[in-house]
């Protein structure tokens, strides 16, 4: 009886309705396909809500009263934010802890999301949630904040770490290989490792979150990316493969190709407390790659 009950209480929050902040990003394109009919979903672009103002956002959860509110809002540009603080503390930091406050004045849940770049890279091992975080840029400072300002509200809140985020479509990864494939062969990091993760398969997740029946009693943070392990070059060769192109990929080093903001040289995530506490496992990268490319159109 106690998890019928459970599961027609969470499903009370979920028919009130969904908050998507960031709709019109990659993540939060996915979201709202993915997350649509679980209840009323309102689909929020910067223009309809600056996740950075603290009174647009108390405002507009005020008028909707949501059951969840789920924040796909970021400020992604890893590099751009060591000379631009002040716009990715706003986005990364500041605006979590708005969205926590104006959840708990309304009763409402809390999906955030942030990154594997809240670690340096160093354990050589994948990361678990309770690992120590010592992010080496501003970006992945920023996160830890946001994460931090949303733990540490008394709310129903799931913070989700994840890595290598793309898509078919947008400015990421995938797509940039794309473009640069067509016009002959590619130099590519090789010394950086991650799990490749499309927004499809966080979208997934976050929507088996808030179906599952206990979702109420296991809320926290947990590590949401693809199984397996690869790096930057490993990754672009399989892109090239999956889009049949003979094209060369080169492996250069991290040294080879300089940039503003240090990267971890391995932020794998472990991702064994959601299969635990939630029953939820993730494909493997190059799996949830190829299911990526069999089910474009």
């Not at 975080?133 to 008394?154: D, F, H, I, S, W």
């Not at 926290?220 to 060769?237: D, I, K």
Request: proline content about 5%; aromatic content about 8%.
């Amino acid at each position: 009886m106690r998890d019928e009950e459970a599961a027609m209480a969470q499903a009370c929050e979920v028919r009130r309705g969904i908050a998507l902040f960031g709709a019109h990003g990659q993540l939060g394109r996915a979201l709202a396909r993915t997350l649509a009919g679980l209840g009323p979903v309102h689909a929020l672009s910067h223009a309809d809500c600056d996740v950075g103002d603290e009174a647009a956002v108390h405002a507009t959860v005020r008028r909707l009263r949501p059951g969840v509110i789920v924040n796909a809002a970021a400020y992604t540009a890893v590099d751009r934010a060591e000379t631009e603080r002040a716009a990715a503390l706003r986005i990364n930091a500041e605006a979590p802890g708005y969205l926590a406050d104006a959840a708990l004045s309304v009763g409402a849940w809390l999906v955030h999301y942030s990154t594997d770049y809240v670690f340096d890279g160093t354990a050589g091992r994948a990361y678990r949630e309770d690992d120590a975080t010592a992010p080496l840029n501003v970006y992945g400072q920023t996160k830890r904040l946001g994460e931090e300002a949303v733990l540490a509200r008394p709310l129903t809140a799931f913070v989700l770490r994840t890595a290598w985020l793309y898509d078919r479509e947008g400015r990421n990864f995938l797509t940039t290989v794309q473009r640069l494939a067509a016009n002959g062969p590619l130099r590519i990091v090789s010394d950086q490792y991650g799990s490749p993760t499309p927004v499809t398969v966080l979208a997934h997740v976050t929507r088996a979150i808030l179906m599952h029946p206990r979702a109420a009693d296991c809320a926290g943070l947990y590590h949401a990316a693809c199984a397996g392990v690869t790096s930057w070059h490993g990754f672009a060769e399989a892109i090239v493969r999956s889009l049949g192109l003979a094209v060369t990929v080169s492996p250069i080093t991290t040294a080879d190709y300089p940039t503003a903001a240090r990267r971890p040289a391995y932020s794998v995530l472990d991702g064994t407390r959601l299969k635990e506490r939630l029953g939820i496992c993730l494909p493997s990268w190059d799996r949830a790659l190829a299911e990526l490319f069999m089910g474009a159109p």
